[in-house]
C-alpha cells in the first residue's frame, strides 16, 4: 500500500505560480511512476504530468509544456508540481497518483494510488 497527501494548492491569479507537493509513505519502494492528473468542474480527469521513478524520464501533457515542472525529492518521497504562468483554464482539483507497475503514463487506469486532491483556482 502506498498512502500520498498532496498540499500546496489555493487561489491565484493569471500569470502566477503554484507549487504543489505530494508526499508518499507506506510501500514507496514499489514506485514505478508517479503523476499529477486534474478535473476541472464538469470534466472527466485529465493527465498532467508523469516522472518514471527510475531514471526521471518525464511526460507532460501539451497544455503544460513549458509551464509546468514535475520534480522529485527522493529523500523526502515527495513529488512536487511547480506550475508558472497559469490560466484560468488551469482551474482544477489536481491529484497525485503513484503507479507500481509497467503502463502508459497518461492513462488513469495505470495508477493504482490516489491522492485526495487539492484545488487550484487561478482568477483572471
Known amino acids: 500500500q502506498v498512502q500520498l497527501v498532496e498540499s500546496g494548492g489555493g487561489l491565484v491569479q493569471a500569470g502566477g505560480s503554484l507549487r504543489l507537493s505530494c508526499a508518499a509513505s507506506?510501500?514507496?519502494?514499489?514506485?514505478?511512476?508517479m503523476a499529477w492528473f486534474r478535473q476541472a468542474p464538469g470534466k472527466e480527469r485529465e493527465f498532467v504530468t508523469a516522472?518514471?521513478?527510475?531514471?526521471?524520464?518525464?511526460a507532460y501533457a501539451d497544455s503544460v509544456k513549458g509551464r509546468f515542472t514535475i520534480a522529485r525529492d527522493n529523500a523526502k518521497n515527495t513529488v512536487y508540481l511547480q506550475m508558472n504562468s497559469l490560466k484560468p483554464e488551469d482551474t482544477a482539483v489536481y491529484y497525485c497518483?503513484?503507479?507500481?507497475?509497467?503502463?502508459?503514463?497518461?492513462?488513469?487506469?495505470?495508477?493504482?494510488?490516489w491522492g485526495q486532491g487539492t484545488q487550484v483556482t487561478v482568477s483572471s
Open positions: 497518483a503513484c503507479a507500481t507497475s509497467l503502463g502508459l503514463a497518461y492513462r488513469g487506469s495505470h495508477y493504482g494510488y
Open positions: 507506506g510501500r514507496t519502494s514499489s514506485t514505478y511512476r
Open positions: 516522472m518514471a521513478w527510475s531514471n526521471g524520464l518525464t
